[in-house]
């Protein structure tokens, strides 16, 4: 027997059989029955849930645009939570079951509230999860060339010291379609998130295309005022100077915002340096993301949405 709200669900991973349950969170303001017997603490009058989410997936410049859209005098963004990169990461997480209560308080008043979990884009569960919750929500998807972005959490691993990464003999091995057992997850995690149209399904099996703005991350990295003024256009936002506030730094290598006239980029953790990836790794990962690279392309196209330039030149390259 399964309460009101709960489902049982059964997944197959890897061929296995997992049985599991969602705990849904549908907002109670909507079901009178609920709203009967709300704690005192929740006030459907003035409810404050984020109405803009920002997906990710991890390594494509989330933070970057996170940091940068907060200039915006009508933008709040979640309160740092310690321990999870100050994100909140609640739909499909552990943070889930800390309910409806917890997630609230971690948001302010204003025209666009907004969090930004770069644990969201590849979670089965999270899509559904927050349609419950906030089904009118716009969300934000980032697109990176995965070749790209998996060699850079690649970099991130090796970085946080992951026990793994390290007894890898280099990027090429976590590359081989059969890793050593160490490396199959590292191998997982590096190709998952480049892989936008799987993983796109799903969201829009609980959202409308309408609800999604695309950006295109090497936009965002060369002209973040720009991009930030078109998201801010999307949102309904009055117009604000970006570009008065963002500069970009040489000894970073990136835009940074600008304070009292002196630069103040992400951290160390943000725009790392490493050395460029080989032609050999850049070859295995195009081929790796070759399927799924064509099946953006053509999703673009049939949505007559912008294609990044990236994605015209490795789709060219295929041809
Ligand atoms: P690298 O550190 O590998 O260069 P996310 O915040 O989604 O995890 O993305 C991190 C990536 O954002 C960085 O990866 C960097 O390339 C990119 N980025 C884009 N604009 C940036 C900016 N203004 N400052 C720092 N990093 C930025």
């Not at 892989?195 to 399904?201: A, D, F, N, S, T």
Request: net charge positive; charged share 20%.
């Amino acid at each position: 027997e399964y309460p009101e709200g709960f489902e049982k669900v059964q997944k197959s991973i890897q061929g296995g059989d997992l049985f599991f349950t969602i705990l849904m969170n549908p907002n109670p303001c909507q079901d009178p029955r609920h709203q009967a017997i709300l704690p005192p603490t929740l006030n459907c009058t003035n409810m404050t849930l984020p109405n803009l989410l920002i997906l990710g997936p991890q390594k494509t410049g989330s933070t970057a645009l996170a940091n940068f859209l907060t200039l915006h005098p009508n933008v709040s963004q979640n309160s740092p939570i310690p321990g999870s990169f100050e994100e909140v990461q609640f739909f499909g997480g552990a943070n889930y079951l800390k309910g409806i209560d917890w997630y609230l308080s971690n948001f302010q008043n204003a025209s666009i509230i907004f969090e930004k979990s770069a644990t969201y884009f590849d979670n089965p569960v999270a899509p559904k999860q927050a349609s419950s919750l906030i089904p009118n929500t716009k969300l934000v998807v980032i697109l990176q060339n995965p070749t790209q972005r998996a060699y850079s959490w690649f970099q991130h691993l090796l970085a946080h010291k992951d026990p793994s990464a390290l007894t890898a003999a280099s990027f090429s091995e976590i590359l081989e379609e059969n890793p050593p057992e160490t490396l199959r997850k590292i191998r997982q995690r590096c190709i998952s998130g480049g892989r936008y149209v799987h993983h796109l399904g799903k969201w829009l099996e609980h959202f409308s295309l309408a609800q999604i703005m695309f950006i295109d991350a090497d936009e965002l990295r060369d002209e973040p005022a720009r991009v930030l003024t078109a998201l801010a256009k999307w949102l309904d936002l009055p117009d604000f100077p970006f570009e008065t506030h963002l500069r970009y730094s040489p000894s970073k290598g990136f835009h940074c915002r600008l304070i009292e006239g002196k630069t103040k980029c992400l951290g160390e953790s943000k725009g790392r340096k490493y050395p460029k990836m080989s032609d050999v790794e850049r070859e295995k990962l195009d081929k790796i993301f070759g399927l799924d690279n064509s099946a953006l392309y053509k999703f673009l196209r049939k949505n007559r949405l912008k294609i990044p330039n990236w994605l015209e030149e490795s789709v060219r390259i295929r041809a």
